[in-house]
């Protein structure tokens, strides 16, 4: 079994900062990537950002320059920092794990992200 536990969402002004974590646990042998998805209400979820095990890094357009990801691979944490957040970052955030020995990811449970205009 595998787990993961985000905490960091909120309710916070636009232009304003969130710090996401996602720490993963369980039968956790070699990870793959981590990263974070979102998902808007009426709207798909998209991929946010992904950091892979070599340490290379992804994201949306519309992120880039102001969210940063990041991994403390001792605690199997993945982090999002996001700064100058907007209106329409407001989302429920889902950390993404992919294993080399699964086929299938594993997400958590979402965490709630609401920015205020």
């Known amino acids: 079994q595998v787990q993961l536990v985000e905490s960091g969402g909120g309710l916070v002004q636009a232009g304003g900062s969130l710090r996401l974590s996602c720490a993963a646990s369980?039968?956790?042998?070699?990870?793959?990537?981590m990263g974070w998805d979102r998902q808007a209400p009426g709207k798909q979820r998209e991929v946010v950002a992904a950091?892979?095990?070599?340490?290379?890094?992804n994201y949306t357009d519309s992120v880039k320059g102001r969210f940063t990801i990041s991994r403390d691979n001792a605690k199997n944490t993945v982090y999002l920092q996001m700064n100058s957040l907007k209106p329409e970052d407001t989302a429920v955030y889902y950390c993404?794990?992919?294993?080399?020995?699964?086929?299938?990811?594993?997400w958590g449970q979402g965490t709630q992200v609401t920015v205020s205009s």
């Open positions: 993404t794990l992919s294993l080399t020995d699964s086929p299938y990811p594993y």
């Open positions: 950091l892979a095990s070599g340490g290379s890094t």
């Open positions: 369980g039968n956790i042998f070699s990870i793959n990537a």
